[in-house]
């Protein structure tokens, strides 16, 4: 094929064989689309697949996913993505072989030529006003093809050939200046600012080619007389028709009534009132782009009674304002808005639906637009209560210096924002918002790259947090993502994916039948004194009963009957209050009783099954059992039915003793802990006692005291005892427990095991 044909015929009236670099894309799939509804032989190669290219690859288009230059052998013409560099060895070869190679614009262009075209241009809400465009000219029955930059449930694919009607709907991208490519019949200009200034040098320079595109426009110009820019623009050619709220438009809206997710108006064509329209999209700047519509198929002849009813069907493109998670408790939106004038109109939005506070993540798309716009971005946030930014959304752009999304958090800050923070782990975003939530909050994704992935995994796992809420009720409590360096005395450790609070038997017996049926991890944790939680966190349901019944203490007689939330300190006191003995040693253990079961705690030469007489557990499924001390099986520091089972309460035996007595005896156990132990942040012993020799003393004579790696320290006070001296992470942790174990076999022979509980996942 020459270089000089006729493209709109090549593309539109004859059967050719056609190659796509890049087809993946939003931009591609479309033209892929339309080609392979006008009967060309498709192939494409991209190095991602996506659901666009599984979609077409059933309507016929061939496939690879790699950019090799034997597969587009056969092509006749070559469409490339504007992300496509010279080097890419498809485009490269079919230059080499004279082949003819044109943009995505360029094919789109020449494909818009074969009909009455209608280009939808502007910096914002393209994508919805180009598909309400061609949902409201397809419900006039106007049989319009169309093609919009994403997917679009209502008008069932991005783009669409229809060969019984005149018109072609496209969204049209200023980005790369191949607007001025077009030569539609009608354009709609929505509004013009300063946007992909890694393309362009100034406004003047995206003037210019809004100009051009103008002159080349045959039919009208419509566009909006709020947008000054726009308006100055628009001016100066001729047949010109505006709308907007403004009094001066041609078409107007007044009355408008902004609903949650709708909004209703009346419609004016100069002093006309048209009549009352409600849109199925919310927020204000939608009312102007749906009058631009309204004005666009007025003039082309579509009675207002059809143009209202399109306007109640529509339905918004995926990733405008799309609902992901709707309940009385939480609101999850996500929206593609990334420049500060949509990110604002977005929050506006997000403000007016009548939620407590708004959250938002949001994801800079491309380095040289967060650069260039940092100060607007500082000023957009406004309306959001809480806002964390995560870097920078390459697209096709290399990394700039200095260019992150600390950048755009300096700006919010230096605006005067309280509530903004960076998290450059894009994974962890979803985890930052997830922990804050409260009843009544909306959380808005806003980006054009990825961000959407991290508000999707917090629906689901709002999904399934609020079915934990029901099961534990009011009096209960259910967080997602805690962290769980604040349940752990050692104060480390990654987040919990669902950290549940039961109050009492019958909640926590539920909890266990809900994980057991949806197959959900199930951890529990008492007062975390006797844990080393991975920096990774928890996976699953981390359950922690704790207030209610799980921490009532019952004397009868003898006998202490305790919930497992109850602190052993607790039952130490208790137990000196109704005169009873042989219980005090408790008071030096941090934990509670759950965890004492657990592992039989001791200290002072005592351990816990020596005063247990029975102990209540629920079985792996919800079932509830007693058993009394002589039918359990128990270790030194450790109770192998608690591995599968869950405690409820235990009963523990006392012996009546003089106060004085007891009094002595706990006084006893304080001054042995603030003689041997240290008071810093710790997990208690870490190791277990090897019979030869008590590990703090082993740990003492290899002359390890003292040592540390990051912030965790071997105690100079007691041996057996890991500090954190402040931010120190399970990793250091984990280290030095290593570098101990490995000293003791090395120098002593002696196999030490940890006593602490390690749990979780590695990061
Ligand atoms: N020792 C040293 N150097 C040290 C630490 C200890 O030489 O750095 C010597 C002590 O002088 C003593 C012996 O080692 O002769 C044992 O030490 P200690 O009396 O402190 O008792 P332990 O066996 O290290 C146990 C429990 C503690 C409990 C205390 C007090 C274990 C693993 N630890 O410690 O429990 O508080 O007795 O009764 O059984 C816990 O389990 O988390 C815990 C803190």
Redesign the pocket.
């Known amino acids: 094929m020459t270089k000089d044909i006729d493209l709109a015929k090549f593309l539109t009236r004859e059967r050719h064989n056609v190659h796509l670099i890049g087809v993946a894309g939003s931009g591609m799939s479309g033209i892929a689309g339309l080609l392979l509804q006008l009967g060309h032989q498709v192939s494409g190669s991209d190095k991602l697949d996506s659901l666009e290219t599984d979609r077409l690859q059933r309507l016929g288009l061939k496939f690879y996913q790699q950019h090799r230059a034997a597969d587009a052998r056969d092509a006749e013409l070559v469409i490339y993505s504007s992300a496509i560099k010279s080097d890419n060895p498809i485009l490269k070869s079919a230059r080499e072989n004279g082949k003819r190679t044109v943009r995505r614009a360029e094919a789109l262009a020449a494909i818009m030529a074969a009909k009455r075209g209608i280009l939808v241009v502007g910096m914002h809400g393209k994508t919805t006003t180009s598909a309400m465009t061609a949902h409201m000219l397809r419900e006039g029955g106007l049989h319009p093809s169309h093609y919009v930059g994403a997917e679009i449930p209502i008008l069932g694919a991005n783009a669409h050939w229809d060969g019984r009607g005149e018109f072609f709907v496209a969204e049209g991208d200023e980005s790369d200046g191949t607007i001025a490519l077009f030569h539609p019949e009608h354009a709609l200009v929505l509004n013009i600012e300063e946007e992909h200034l890694d393309f362009y040098a100034d406004l003047a320079a995206i003037e210019n080619v809004f100009r051009q595109l103008l002159a080349q426009t045959t039919g009208k110009v419509f566009y909006c007389a709020d947008e000054p820019n726009a308006t100055r623009i628009c001016r100066s050619s001729d047949r010109i028709i505006c709308y907007g709220l403004s009094d001066e438009a041609d078409y107007r809206a007044t009355d408008i009534e902004l609903r949650n997710f709708s909004s209703a108006f009346w419609v004016y064509r100069g002093k006309e009132r048209l009549g009352e329209a409600v849109l199925n999209v919310p927020g204000e700047h939608n009312v102007r782009n749906a009058l631009g519509v309204i004005a666009l198929a007025t003039e082309l002849g579509v009675p207002f009674e059809k143009i209202a009813k399109s306007l109640t069907k529509f339905q918004h493109a995926r990733r405008r304002f799309e609902i992901k998670y709707d309940s009385p408790r939480f609101l999850l939106v996500d929206d593609y808005g990334h420049h500060p004038t949509e990110i604002k109109a977005t929050l506006k939005t997000a403000r007016s639906v009548g939620r407590t506070r708004v959250l938002t993540m949001f994801q800079p798309h491309r380095y040289s637009r967060t650069k260039a716009l940092r100060k607007e971005f500082g000023h957009a946030f406004d309306q959001a209560d809480r806002v964390v930014i995560t870097d920078v959304y390459g697209s096709n752009e290399s990394p700039m210096p200095g260019v992150t999304g600390q950048l755009i958090v300096d700006e919010i800050a230096a605006h005067g924002h309280c509530g903004v923070s960076y998290q450059p782990r894009l994974e962890w975003v979803h985890r930052d918002l997830g922990n804050l939530l409260e009843p009544g909050d909306l959380v808005l994704s806003l980006g054009a790259g990825n961000i959407h992935e991290q508000l999707s995994i917090l629906a689901a796992d709002l999904v399934i947090a609020e079915k934990l809420k029901e099961i534990v009720g009011e009096i209960g409590d259910v967080r997602l993502y805690e962290p769980l360096s604040k349940h752990t005395t050692l104060r480390v450790g990654g987040p919990a994916q669902f950290w549940v609070e039961p109050r009492n038997e019958t909640a926590l017996s539920e909890l266990i039948r809900f994980c057991r049926r949806d197959n959900l991890p199930l951890f529990v944790i008492g007062r975390g004194s006797?844990l080393l939680v991975r920096d990774g966190g928890i996976r699953g349901v981390v359950v922690h009963p704790s207030g209610g019944d799980f921490d009532k203490i019952d004397i009868h007689g003898n006998e202490m009957t305790a919930g497992v939330g109850a602190k052993l300190k607790e039952i130490a006191y208790a137990a000196r209050a109704a005169d009873l003995g042989g219980l005090e040693?408790m008071e030096?253990?941090p934990g509670a009783v759950g965890g004492a079961l657990r592992m039989n705690?001791?200290?002072?030469?005592a351990q816990t099954f020596e005063k247990v007489v029975r102990v209540r557990y629920l079985d792996g499924e919800g079932n509830p059992h007693d058993k009394n001390r002589d039918e359990l099986e128990v270790h030194y520091r450790h109770f192998p039915l608690l591995e599968q089972n869950f405690a409820v309460s235990a009963t523990f035996r006392g012996s009546p003793a003089p106060r004085e007595q007891i009094e002595s005896r706990l006084h006893e156990s304080q001054e042995?802990?603030r003689t041997?132990?240290p008071i810093a942040k710790s997990a208690?012993?870490i190791?277990?006692?090897p019979e030869k020799c008590?590990?703090?003393?082993l740990?003492?004579e290899l002359g390890l005291?003292n040592s540390s790696i990051g912030k965790a320290r071997v105690s100079e006070v007691?041996?057996?005892f890991i500090v954190n001296d402040g931010g120190a992470t399970a990793t250091d942790m984990l280290e030095l427990i290593d570098r101990i174990k490995q000293a003791a076999r090395s120098k002593r022979g002696i196999e030490l095991e940890t006593?602490v509980q390690i749990v979780g996942e590695p990061i």
């Open positions: 006797n040693w030096g253990i705690a001791g200290a002072m030469g042995k802990r041997t132990q208690g012993c190791f277990k006692n008590p590990a703090g003393k740990v003492d005291k007691h041996g057996n006593e």
